[in-house]
């Protein structure tokens, strides 16, 4: 089955500790995305990828950080420095070209205690 | 520069009555408008899109949309709400060359029995 899978679903870390959130493709998409969901907010774009080894910052990437090693794989580390990580994050991906809708995977929700 | 707006955060209606969740736009060039579903603790699934074709246009379960240029406005509606329905819905806007969505707020629909 082409899709996206992220893991774990929940994620539960102390404050203070990195955690990297997985995000996985099969649709042979070029573009691929993270989003952070808080309740009764939109969805909020971190980073970007457009292409393997290149990546652009989105609207509130400070205290994230994200590598595009392979096509297929685009991981999400929420580091120390972010001073709120408890939040749902969605990853997607899309092919290149205008209005191509993006595809999202089931989430994973963190907790920071 | 590009915006919407959901002009409910949450709208209730009896299952079998007709639905309506409304938003506005605002973009620089000729916007592309999505209308995506989201179930609890669940990803992004899109409902239907606009790409400057035809004004009104017909998505999945039942859902439409017509893009009203001189209203700014992209409303999504169903005749018939079945209680399945009941999920957040996004208003999402891409511009033109532009790979970056911008979503709304979200609208929760709930359907009563």
């Known amino acids: 089955d082409g899709g996206i899978t992220q893991s774990p679903k929940y994620l539960f870390r102390k404050e203070g500790q990195n955690v990297t959130l997985s995000c996985e493709q099969n649709l042979n998409h070029d573009a691929m995305y993270w989003y952070r969901q808080d309740p009764g907010q939109g969805l909020r774009l971190i980073y970007y990828s457009q292409i393997v080894n290149d990546f652009q910052k989105g609207d509130i990437a400070e205290g994230y950080s994200v590598s595009r090693e392979k096509k297929e794989s685009f991981p999400l580390t929420v580091t120390s420095a972010q001073k709120n990580p408890t939040a749902f994050y969605l990853c997607?991906?899309?092919?290149?070209?205008?209005?191509?809708?993006?595809?999202f995977g089931p989430g994973t929700r963190l907790t920071v205690l | 520069a590009q915006s919407v707006t959901q002009l409910d955060s949450h709208v209730s209606v009896s299952e079998g009555t007709p639905v309506l969740l409304r938003c506005n736009y605002s973009?620089?060039?000729?916007?592309?408008l999505f209308w995506y579903v989201q179930h609890p603790n669940k990803g992004l699934q899109l409902l239907l899109k606009y790409t400057s074709a035809a004004t009104l246009v017909k998505g999945i379960n039942g859902f439409e949309a017509e893009f009203k240029k001189s209203e700014t406005s992209f409303h999504l509606t169903k005749p018939s709400a079945h209680m399945s329905d009941a999920a957040e819905y996004f208003c999402v806007v891409i511009g033109r060359g532009n790979e970056k969505l911008t979503f709304g707020t979200g609208t929760r629909l709930t359907i009563i029995p």
């Open positions: 997607a991906s899309s092919s290149l070209g205008s209005y191509n809708e993006q595809f």
């Open positions: 973009s620089s060039y000729s916007p592309s």
